[in-house]
Antibody, heavy 116, light 110 residues
């Protein structure tokens, strides 16, 4: 059974940093693209970033470019999202998602709140 | 960016009756490989999104056959043949043909 478990969310002040993690199991981690998608409270879904199987390709939505970094550790079956220079508008539930386009399986999400 | 427009925003339904959601894209979603990367997701209250349909009409594993997807080019539809109580939630379409991936604004089925 595919499982994706996010952690690392919390309350942070504007300009601060957080690192999200996603622990994966139930599939061959190193064979899959992985994606972060976010959802602001009461709002719709927004694709944030994705990363190729070996980490050689990474893509970001324009609004987070230069501030967020996606990475992975295939030895630990883990996906990460380093978020710097956080803004109020980054407040969202962040989902770890299996896949690049199909977005086959989603984690339960971790809430990031950016507020002073 | 490709804009995905869903209608209606809210869809009151009657149990046992059919329901239909429309999704229109601002550009054709036919990719150079011939595939059309249009997915549908369901988000039940308090839950994470779940993929229902991929590449327009393919049901994901475990999805009941009362859900079906259709369409082409820029015009797509998700149909529920007979609504059940567990179908209440928000439905999103998403395109994966053009970068960046973009989602529709959602349709609340209630």
């Amino acid at each position: 059974e595919v499982q994706l478990v996010e952690s690392g969310g919390g309350l942070v002040q504007p300009g601060g940093s957080l690192r999200l993690s996603c622990a994966a199991s139930g599939f061959t981690f190193s064979n899959q693209w992985l994606t972060w998608v976010r959802q602001a409270p009461g709002k719709g879904l927004e694709w944030v970033a994705n990363i190729k199987q070996d980490g050689s390709e990474k893509y970001y939505v324009d609004s987070v470019k230069g501030r967020f970094t996606i990475s992975r550790d295939n030895a630990k079956n883990s996906l990460y999202l380093q978020m710097n220079s956080l803004r109020v508008e980054d407040t969202s539930v962040y989902y770890c998602v299996l896949g690049r386009i199909g977005l086959d399986y989603w984690g339960q999400g971790t809430l990031v709140t950016v507020s002073s | 960016d490709v804009v995905m427009t869903q209608s209606p925003l809210s869809l009151p339904v009657t149990l046992g009756q059919p329901a239909s959601i429309s999704c229109r894209s601002s550009q054709s979603l036919v990719y150079s490989d011939g595939n059309t990367y249009l997915n549908w997701f369901q988000q039940r209250p308090g839950q994470s999104p779940r993929r229902l349909i991929y590449k327009v009409f393919n049901r994901a594993s475990g999805v009941p056959d009362r859900f079906s997807g259709s369409g082409s080019g820029t015009d797509f539809t998700l149909k529920i043949s007979r609504v059940e109580a567990e179908d209440v939630g928000v439905y999103y379409c998403m395109q994966g043909t053009h970068w960046p991936l973009t989602f529709g604004g959602g349709t609340k089925v209630e």
